[in-house]
């Protein structure tokens, strides 16, 4: 009996040992799940971490781009403002010294030589001379100085003064307007001086 006892015995272990060896498998093969899914969740987490921040770091980089575009385009406006003030100045200025160059001394003998400069070019034809309406009481002294007899009339277009000849046969126009000029000083310098706002 002590045999069977014997045996029994070695099968308990056996049976004991067997099974403790199964479990110790099986809590390793659960620790090893656990630790995979503590893994994964762990890199999950991170992924979305990361992609979040990612988001705000967009976002607050999107933010910072509007604000500084914003204040650029603020910046830009006052200076284009700013420019425009101080170009306005420098021509209402120009145009001041010009309407007292024309009640100068020097305004007749400048407007006489101008018109003696290019009276050549409308002798032969039906030409149309417009002075501003302050030098048409000059209409003589401009006929005279075309060297043959002309139409002399009033324009309002000229507010400054200098004049316009028209050649009505061939359309040729020379425009010696001191408002012609101060025009096209005022787009020389907005081209030329420098001041362009980008």
Same mark, same amino acid.
């Given at each position: 009996?002590?045999?069977?006892?014997?045996?029994?015995?070695?099968?308990?272990?056996?049976?004991?040992? +067997?099974?403790? @060896?199964?479990?110790?498998?099986?809590? !390793?093969?659960?620790?090893?799940?656990?630790?995979?899914?503590?893994?994964?969740?762990?890199?999950?987490? *991170?992924?979305?971490?990361?992609?979040?921040?990612?988001?705000?770091?967009?976002?607050?980089?999107? !933010?910072?781009?509007?604000?500084?575009?914003?204040?650029?385009?603020?910046? $830009?406006? *006052?200076?284009?403002?700013?420019?425009?003030?101080?170009?306005?100045?420098?021509?209402?200025?120009?145009?001041?010294?010009?309407?007292?160059?024309? *009640? @100068?001394?020097?305004?007749?003998?400048?407007?006489?030589?101008?018109?003696?400069k290019v009276a050549a070019d409308f002798k032969d034809s039906k030409s149309i001379m417009y002075v501003s309406h302050d030098d048409f009481k000059n209409?003589?002294?401009?006929?005279?100085?075309?060297?043959?007899?002309?139409?002399? +009339?009033?324009?309002?277009?000229? +507010?400054?003064?200098?004049?316009?000849?028209?050649?009505?046969? @061939?359309?040729?126009?020379?425009?010696? $307007?001191?408002?012609?000029?101060?025009?096209?000083?005022?787009?020389?310098? !907005?081209?030329? @001086?420098?001041?362009?706002?980008?």
């Amino acid at each position: 009996m002590q045999n069977i006892d014997q045996v029994f015995l070695y099968m308990k272990d056996e049976i004991e040992r +067997q099974a403790k @060896s199964e479990e110790q498998a099986i809590l !390793n093969e659960v620790k090893a799940l656990e630790d995979e899914a503590y893994e994964s969740m762990k890199a999950e987490a *991170k992924r979305d971490a990361d992609l979040k921040l990612k988001q705000e770091e967009e976002e607050m980089s999107s !933010n910072a781009s509007a604000e500084i575009s914003e204040s650029h385009i603020e910046r $830009t406006k *006052k200076l284009i403002e700013k420019r425009d003030e101080y170009v306005k100045n420098i021509f209402d200025q120009a145009r001041d010294e010009l309407k007292a160059f024309v *009640k @100068s001394d020097e305004y007749l003998p400048f407007v006489e030589a101008k018109i003696k400069k290019v009276a050549a070019d409308f002798k032969d034809s039906k030409s149309i001379m417009y002075v501003s309406h302050d030098d048409f009481k000059n209409k003589d002294a401009f006929v005279k100085a075309f060297g043959t007899d002309i139409e002399v +009339q009033a324009s309002d277009d000229i +507010q400054i003064g200098g004049f316009i000849l028209e050649n009505k046969a @061939s359309s040729l126009v020379v425009d010696e $307007t001191l408002d012609f000029a101060l025009n096209n000083q005022k787009d020389w310098f !907005n081209k030329n @001086s420098g001041l362009i706002i980008r």
